[in-house]
């Protein structure tokens, strides 16, 4: 009975001194001098240096600074009303490890800060030791406000800097953790944490309930399209938004490939951006790593290789298997191989896409864009040289590479035999050692055509001269 008249009191008193403080009243800092004398008692063990062992070893240092408390929104209370002790009334506790005191002491809290206002206060307070107590966000001596502490990251990093478990109602468990070397790595390092958390403040922290991790990244996915709305839009006409639309949770989101709190720029490092797309397709990974392309990447680190994004887009990206993805390839393969600066450093020829064009193939492409008829297939780059599995066109590979064009112009070609891609000359351009009865023909058209032509425009003035010389 006593003491749940001492925590009435005690109550009564934190609520008098806040209403004070709020009103103005204690204008000046209180001092040592302003110490009540059972407070000084207990300043005249714990102003020296002494320690507290606890059983597994641990030391605590219960020297206390005297700064701390007059700084402090509790200096006005005094040690008795948190710790509960008397210099008359001091009981020897032992306590198994520094947790555990922390964990116990902070408990006295609760006898003037009622818990219930604030939800994730109380679920942390409910759970282990191992969970966020008081003192670990507000301090034990020298405690301050809310306002004062949230500053940058460090207040939210003072629970999350640690594992937290969660466990969400599919029975789904799961550990928060955030390190603050992440974070000022990320390219977010300039923002706080309550840019991305929009529904969390320092003075409110509401208990989100989900059914499952996935249902929490969809839902923080959202967030992203506060700042980024421009590739939120482009995202809307991709496949994965119209998989994710038709139910599929397991598409893609922003975080996916972004990351949640290590976010990288996706242009700075290749290979990591490929190696995302892998996450999810695992075994066309496996074929790219071994092509042409994912070689130079992986095992040469040549950065001027195309990654998935740069064929498939990265926000907007298309269905390969749809026609106008096909017959946007030699535009798509235009961005790297019409680039002169990129093409000499490895002796490759810029004409490449130019001299398919100009092919009966490349011509009859572009009339079937031209008057809509897409759904007619005509062959582009891929059916030649392969999708992911592109491979260089001289070499072991040859043999195989002939074989394969054989097969892939025998669907439009019926018959064609062994020698058939012999007949044309690819995408070289004829010369004396490649094709020279093309390269001779091709001249002699370079000369004989303007010379008829020259030849036909002299006749007609000579034809106007005379008529005009008859009359």
């Not at 191992?130 to 003192?135: E, H, M, S, V, Y």
């Not at 309930?209 to 991709?238: I, P, Q, V, W």
């Not at 397709?281 to 994004?309: M, Q």
Request: a positive charge; one cysteine or more.
């Amino acid at each position: 009975m006593k003491k749940s008249r001492d925590t009435a009191f005690i109550k009564a008193l934190c609520v008098l001194l806040g209403a004070l403080l709020g009103a103005g009243f204690f204008l000046a800092e209180p001092s040592s001098a302003a110490l009540s004398e059972a407070d000084q008692a207990c300043l005249g063990c714990h102003d020296a240096e002494q320690t507290m062992k606890f059983s597994n070893g641990e030391k605590f240092v219960l020297k206390v600074n005297r700064q701390e408390i007059d700084n402090s929104v509790h200096g006005i209370i005094g040690c008795t009303a948190c710790h509960g002790f008397t210099a008359e009334n001091h009981p020897q506790k032992t306590y198994k490890n520094r947790r555990e005191y922390s964990s116990l002491s902070a408990r006295r809290c609760t006898q003037c800060h009622s818990l219930r206002n604030n939800p994730i206060h109380d679920k942390l307070s409910t759970g282990s030791s191992a969970t966020a107590i008081c003192t670990d966000c507000h301090g034990s001596h020298n405690v301050r406000r809310v306002r004062e502490l949230a500053k940058g990251n460090q207040y939210c990093l003072t629970c999350h800097n640690r594992e937290i478990d969660v466990q969400y109602r599919s029975g789904e468990k799961g550990k928060i953790l955030v390190k603050e070397g992440v974070l000022n790595a990320s390219v977010h390092k300039n923002l706080s944490c309550v840019d991305c958390h929009v529904r969390v403040s320092a003075e409110s922290h509401p208990v989100r309930d989900f059914r499952s991790r996935r249902d929490f990244s969809l839902a923080m996915a959202e967030n992203c399209r506060r700042c980024h709305f421009d590739k939120y839009t482009k995202t809307l006409e991709g496949i994965h938004f119209k998989v994710l639309s038709q139910g599929n949770n397991k598409a893609p989101l922003c975080t996916d490939c972004h990351g949640t709190h290590a976010i990288a720029s996706a242009r700075k490092d290749k290979l990591a951006n490929a190696k995302r797309c892998q996450q999810c397709h695992e075994d066309i990974y496996a074929v790219y790593a071994k092509s042409v392309h994912g070689a130079g990447l992986i095992r040469e680190n040549i950065e001027d290789v195309p990654i998935c994004s740069d064929c498939h887009k990265a926000h907007d990206n298309a269905g390969p298997h749809t026609a106008d993805f096909r017959i946007s390839v030699p535009q798509i393969c235009a961005g790297c191989h019409a680039k002169k600066e990129v093409m000499q450093k490895y002796g490759l020829s810029t004409r490449v896409v130019d001299t398919y064009l100009q092919d009966f193939h490349g011509v009859t492409m572009k009339f079937y864009k031209q008057f809509g008829t897409t759904e007619k297939q005509i062959a582009v780059c891929i059916d030649c040289h392969g999708v992911h599995d592109i491979t260089k066109v001289k070499g072991v590979n040859s043999t195989m590479i002939k074989a394969n064009l054989v097969k892939r112009c025998q669907k439009c070609h019926v018959g064609a035999t062994s020698s058939f891609p012999d007949s044309w000359i690819s995408h070289y351009e004829p010369n004396f050692k490649k094709a020279p009865l093309v390269f001779i023909i091709d001249w002699i058209y370079k000369l004989f055509i303007p010379f008829m032509i020259v030849g036909l425009l002299l006749q007609i003035l000579l034809h106007m001269w005379r008529y005009s010389v008859n009359r």
